[in-house]
């Protein structure tokens, strides 16, 4: 199996100052903590960007200001689910150019991707995450998929729960502890250098594709050039040829000797394996068959 982590283009998503002066064009407050989450809505992540939401109302409400500044698309059910006004709290900017979204990580105090291990989060990895890291911003994330290879409190901060609690709970964290926010950021920045370069990642899929070709091919691919079969005809006879090479799971496939006779002192030879006798409709006792009743004449019918 070859896992190929994304790419970041590390000439635009580093660690940079935040830009003031797009502070001031945002309408952002000197006072208020900045949350930033780049990611459109869908049916989804509608749950677990609620949840995003609710820990804003939360730290608000706790006498910490902050404002969580969103890009993408937002639909209005979305919207109409939260049951409070959330345009107070909420910058909303829509589809921006891709050029600006570096500068705006660069504003956040924290960046949180809301979410929790399981079925959903387990099996992908945001898009955004690579880059929130790359930024060199304090990142809080599940503690599933890519965490697996983190450190809780090293390079991120993760959720066990994702719900709005524990989010402002972690959020409260970073923001009254500035030397945890350094060396949380210096440490995602190098984590990502390391897993997400983009001409390294490259050359690890050009040669994967130099590996594959070079490699003795599973099944007799040429049978295909005569268009006969689809390529879904050659998997059966793959997995049987990956299954045997798993020892002690899988009992290898029987094979018949020419010679093998179908029964004791038969003198046919066959390759096939012996035939089993044919199945017989079995018969029920007396006391549950239905009893046949004679079906009226075409003259008795009404």
Not at 29 to 38: A, P, Y
Not at 59 to 78: A, K, Y
Not at 92 to 117: E, S
Not at 258 to 283: D, V
Request: glycine share 6%; aromatic share 8%; net charge positive.
């Amino acid at each position: 199996m070859q896992v190929l982590p994304p790419g970041v283009d590390f000439t635009q998503y580093k660690p940079q100052p935040a830009d003031q002066a797009l502070r001031r064009q945002l309408g952002l407050r000197e006072n208020e903590k900045i949350i930033v989450f780049t990611g459109g809505t869908t049916f989804a992540n509608e749950a677990e960007l609620r949840e995003l939401y609710l820990a804003i109302v939360l730290l608000n409400q706790r006498g910490t200001p902050t404002r969580l500044v969103r890009t993408g698309i937002t639909t209005p059910g979305f919207l109409a689910t939260l049951g409070f006004d959330h345009k107070p709290l909420v910058l909303d900017m829509g589809f921006v150019d891709k050029l600006l979204l570096p500068r705006l990580l660069a504003l956040a105090d924290v960046l949180v991707q809301p979410g929790r291990a399981g079925p959903f989060n387990d099996f992908r990895l945001p898009s955004k995450l690579p880059e929130f890291l790359a930024s060199g911003r304090p990142v809080i994330l599940p503690a599933t998929n890519i965490a697996a290879q983190m450190q809780d409190g090293r390079e991120a901060l993760f959720l066990k729960t994702g719900t709005p609690e524990e989010i402002a709970e972690i959020c409260l964290r970073v923001f009254a502890d500035p030397a945890l926010a350094k060396k949380l950021g210096e440490a995602g920045a190098a984590f990502a250098k390391k897993h997400f370069d983009l001409a390294a990642n490259t050359t690890a899929l050009e040669n994967f594709y130099t590996a594959t070709r070079q490699r003795a091919p599973l099944a007799d691919w040429s049978s295909l050039r005569t268009g006969a079969i689809s390529e879904i005809s050659l998997l059966p006879q793959v997995l049987h040829q990956q299954l045997e090479k798993l020892p002690g799971r899988f009992p290898p496939r029987r094979r018949w000797p020419a010679s093998s006779s179908c029964s004791p002192g038969s003198s046919r030879s066959s390759s096939a394996p012996p035939r089993l006798p044919p199945r017989r409709r079995p018969r029920w006792p007396t006391a549950w068959r239905r009893p046949r009743t004679a079906s009226p004449s075409p003259r008795n019918r009404s």
